[in-house]
């Protein structure tokens, strides 16, 4: 029995296979930004839906929502293999893959260049091959995201307004995806996305100032102790979101259902700053951040549901 025994112990230390299976989903999900893509995949997939308009194909649907994850997969692989220095230093990232050393860098570049590279081409095979607007999209995006957007967080605060550009481009890709032109209605997708990163993006800065300004990154909120800046930020944008919401209606292209439903979400969102401009506190901050994560889905499910374009 006691000759046994040492057996025992050694297999209970083991680690469990399904155990160590989780924890390789858990860090891919991280190392993918698997939330943060999945808000790509489905602005992609509602630009698509919108500029379908009735004409809606199973196939480039299913090829488009494809190659659209596997480029913001390897965007956001990309982007941690460039930041793994600074997120080593911010509490709320330092537990990411790369910088816990969990995943070989070698491994991550090798992941990241191949399913970017896949999703390029996917969407260039698959998707209209006689349209590359979705491909060319996609490039441009990983590649404003890559090499303009991720350099320039730790060398100018206008880093945020670029990186807005880079994830307003998803709705296109789905547009384009379904035949339309860079019309009225790429206008107005583009606009509302873009205006939405700006209070959300800020908000979630000035509530982690101290960890950004550590690592080095430069963002609107270093400095701005009292939140005065950010707050004022917040408000104005979220002024701008409100009025892009509603460019839909004023442009033709949804009825006055999204109009209503346009406006009380844009008074809301109003309601949210003002408060945080108001009182400047983390918690007023928070809970702007947290509507706007309430407002993108409600949004886009308004305008699909009274889009007449």
Known sequence: ???????????????????????????????????????????????????AAGRFEWAIALHTLVGTSAVAFGAAI??????????????????????????????????????????????????????????YLAAITLGVYIFVYTPMKRRSSLNTLVGAVSGALPPLIGWTAAGRDYDAGALALFAILFFWQMPHFIAINWMYREEYEKAGFVMWSNGDHDGAKS?????????????????????????????????????????????????????????????????????????LAFWRA
Not at 9 to 15: F, G, L, N, T
Not at 242 to 253: E, I, M, T
Not at 254 to 282: D, K, Q
């Open 78 to 135: 990309f982007n941690q293999l460039m930041e793994i220095e600074p997120d080593s230093m911010m509490r709320r990232t330092s537990d990411r893959p790369l910088p816990a050393k969990r995943v070989p860098t070698a491994a991550a570049f090798l992941i990241g260049w191949v399913i970017s590279a896949f999703g390029i081409l996917h969407l260039a095979g698959m998707v209209t091959p006689e349209n590359p607007q979705p491909a």
């Open 231 to 303: 707050a004022r930020l917040c408000f104005w944008f979220s002024l701008a979101l409100a009025a892009a919401g509603l460019l839909p209606v004023f442009l033709g292209l949804a009825s006055v259902g999204h109009a209503v439903a346009a406006a009380i979400l844009g008074l809301v969102l109003l309601r949210f700053a003002v408060r945080f401009l108001n009182s400047r506190r983390r918690e007023c901050a928070r809970a702007l951040f947290l509507f706007t994560l309430l407002y993108l889905p409600l949004i886009l499910a308004s305008l």
């Open 1 to 51: 029995m006691s000759k046994t025994q040492p057996i025992q112990e050694s297999e209970s230390e083991s680690p469990s296979p399904r155990r160590g299976a989780a924890a390789l989903r858990r860090d891919l999900v991280m190392l993918t930004k698997f939330r943060l893509s999945l808000l790509v995949i489905l602005t992609t997939m509602v630009g698509y839906l919108a500029g």
